[in-house]
């Protein structure tokens, strides 16, 4: 692979991608729990807004569901479990109000649940497992661009036609054993290795449901936030799905 060239024509992404990369290793050097709480809530205002726009839900008080759900959050003890109350209370009052929109749903269904079980996974696990998630799912997006450019020849999914099986494979596999290799410094080594390559799976699955989105949508990007990288539901599209699993495995059977 020509990785000078495939660097050239991807300047404005890889830079981007080293400046939020150097954002995140101030976070989690920081390890501030207000502060990542800050700052995930940031980042799930941002991406409920992009979730609108995918939906093309229109209605304004949302946001305001969504600022007091995240601001419960932090207050209660498990945080990914209040996307329940939400929704009760939801379907509450559409019964009682005769005014059914399941539309309305959507944006606390995407990303209202991942965002909360990503706080969660820092909530409950710490800074340590959160950096581990980082790491399984950038490698699980690098690798698979990267080994796609290079030798990817199998469309994987007509959903995103410019991913292909091999690139999945390979992204897959390199975020496997490094996520392997991190991981047993939290739990045993086995354990570790079938949690990444579950998470690392499942980022793939978020991204490709993201790019279902979007053509359903219409749109190439969710947004325009970062240059070369689209908007915020882009960049966390594989942590939307990989956030959620491995809070699942890790209180199942670590």
């Not at 959160?130 to 994987?156: E, M, N, Q, R």
């Not at 570790?192 to 990007?221: H, P, Q």
């Not at 936030?225 to 594989?238: N, S």
């Amino acid at each position: 692979m020509n990785f000078k060239a495939l660097y050239e024509s991807n300047k404005q992404r890889v830079f981007t991608g080293f400046v939020m990369l150097a954002f995140a290793i101030v976070v989690a050097f920081l390890n501030n729990a207000l502060l990542t709480w800050l700052i995930l809530g940031a980042m799930y205002l941002l991406a409920f807004y992009e979730a609108m726009n995918l939906f093309d839900v229109k209605d304004n008080k949302l946001y305001v569901y969504a600022v007091l759900l995240w601001l419960a959050a932090f207050v209660y003890p498990n945080p990914d479990d209040l996307i329940y109350l939400a929704l009760i209370g939801f379907l509450a009052v559409m019964a009682y109000t005769k005014n059914v929109n399941y539309k309305l749903l959507a944006p606390f269904l995407y990303p209202s649940v991942s965002m909360l079980f990503l706080y969660a996974l820092y909530h409950d696990f710490g800074m340590s497992v959160l950096v581990w998630l980082v790491i399984v799912v950038a490698l699980t997006d690098t690798g698979a661009y990267c080994v796609g450019k290079s030798i990817g020849k199998t469309p994987f999914s007509p959903t995103s036609p410019n991913k292909t099986l091999e690139g999945v494979i390979g992204g897959v596999v390199i975020a496997t054993v490094a996520g392997a290799l991190y991981g047993t410094f939290l739990i045993p080594l086995w354990l570790s290795a079938f949690i990444a390559f579950v998470t690392s799976v499942a980022s793939v699955f978020g991204d490709l449901f993201e790019s279902y989105l979007k053509r359903e949508a219409g749109l190439k990007d969710s947004g325009t936030l970062f240059p070369g990288h689209g908007g915020m539901l882009d960049r966390l599209d594989g942590y939307l799905f990989g956030g959620v699993v491995m809070v699942i495995l890790l209180r199942g059977l670590a």
